[in-house]
């Protein structure tokens, strides 16, 4: 970057992916991962009890399954939901 050219900006914005900047196309996936999420903690205790009735996982052991796949979500949620406050507050100092 010389001298005479802008400092960039980050932007945060939604659009078409091929024309998105790499922070955009960022945010998008981190929501779009909060989404999946969303989906899979609203489901799992029924994912469990399909995995229990298939015979993959003993039903004795279903329970505790279950809050194994509680505690993994949430830390992806912490994970993903970090990651945003990052890119935000990054956004936030660069103006």
Not at 2 to 17: A, M, N, Q, V
Not at 48 to 77: K, M, N, P, Q, S
Request: aromatic residues 8%; proline residues 3%; positive net charge.
């Amino acid at each position: 970057m010389t001298l005479d050219e802008p400092k960039r900006r980050s932007r945060i914005r939604f659009g078409h992916p091929s024309r998105m900047a790499p922070e955009t196309r960022e945010i998008t996936l981190l929501i779009v991962g909060h989404f999946m999420l969303f989906a899979l903690a609203m489901s799992h205790d029924e994912i469990v009890a399909e995995l229990v009735a298939d015979g993959w996982i003993l039903a004795r052991y279903g329970e505790r399954f279950e809050l194994l796949i509680g505690l993994v979500l949430f830390l992806c949620w912490s994970g993903l939901t970090l990651r945003l406050a990052g890119i935000i507050n990054h956004a936030r100092v660069e103006k």
